[in-house]
């Protein structure tokens, strides 16, 4: 597929990585936040968007699930990306000079334990490569960024330190956003159908409403809920299952659900990534 695709940060942040790995042909386009990736797709600037939405190591992404609800877009594609972090300095700096590393809160939380070997204090940054970026133009050996190689490249850093995330199997998860869904693909490892829904004012709603997959045969691989409109009263969750909207199975268990709630809006539908059916492995 030809065209652009946006993402969140600059050049050399790993929604380019991202970008680069899920859609080769395509021309990323990189956006200050989310929510101007977001803009990008529905104005017709790009033709998907590249999402970040959760990690194996820092969870979920903040405030993301507040906006793919309302972002008019659909899910149709997920992408997983190894995140190695890397320290990255000025030309000829040593890690003993660094006392900053600046980074996106999200990594900062990934490598805690290197940071607090090494007496390395937090700068938090709008995202990794754009930390990168203000570090090269500020030239100061005792301020490092942590991003990825890509970045380091880009922005003529060296690396001080490679891959000092606290976990091997450290993974960030990315969805593909498009303005169409496309729910016409079969996917080979299986398809995976997400939507949110808020249940209705009435005494086990949530359990009553989860019961349909269970009975069904349908595995749940993902219940989360967060509050809606600052009021602790209105509760939205998001879900994502195994299958497909038109499976039998499926059909009978948004059947059950229906009964129980007062919104379901279908999210996306699209092929299980390879990468979810490996092994955990050690890198």
């Not at 992404?61 to 990255?88: Q, Y």
Request: glycine letters at 10%; proline letters at 4%; a negative charge.
């Amino acid at each position: 597929m030809a065209g652009r695709i946006a993402f969140q940060g600059e050049l050399g942040a790993y929604g380019h990585q991202a970008c680069a790995e899920a859609r080769p042909k395509m021309e990323p386009l990189p956006c200050t936040t989310f929510e101007d990736a977001i803009e990008a797709v529905r104005r017709g600037d790009a033709e998907l968007g590249m999402i970040a939405v959760e990690n194996s190591t820092y969870g979920r992404v903040a405030d993301v699930h507040h906006l793919l609800p309302e972002s008019g877009l659909h899910i149709v594609d997920e992408a997983f990306v190894r995140v190695h972090i890397n320290l990255l300095g000025v030309k000829g700096a040593r890690l003993a000079e660094v006392e900053t590393a600046m980074s996106h809160t999200v990594l900062l939380g990934q490598c805690r334990d290197f940071l607090r070997e090494h007496g390395i204090g937090t700068v938090t940054g709008a995202d990794t490569a754009g930390s990168a970026k203000i570090v090269a133009e500020r030239g100061d050996p005792a301020q490092a960024a942590l991003a990825s190689e890509i970045a380091a490249e880009i922005y003529g850093l060296d690396v001080l330190a490679r891959h000092i995330e606290d976990h091997d199997r450290n993974t960030t998860r990315f969805l593909v956003m498009a303005r169409e869904p496309d729910l016409k693909r079969r996917g080979k490892g299986g398809m995976m159908t997400s939507f949110v829904f808020r249940v209705r004012n009435i005494p086990a709603a949530l359990y009553k409403a989860m019961g349909g997959f269970a009975t069904n045969g349908v595995n749940m691989t993902k219940l989360e809920s967060y509050m809606v409109g600052g009021s602790f009263h209105a509760t939205q969750f998001y879900a994502e299952i195994e299958g497909h909207p038109d499976d039998r199975n499926v059909q009978l268990a948004f059947d059950e659900l229906d009964y129980f709630t007062d919104h379901i809006k279908l999210m996306g539908v699209f092929p299980a990534a390879p990468r979810r059916h490996e092994p955990a492995r050690r890198d």
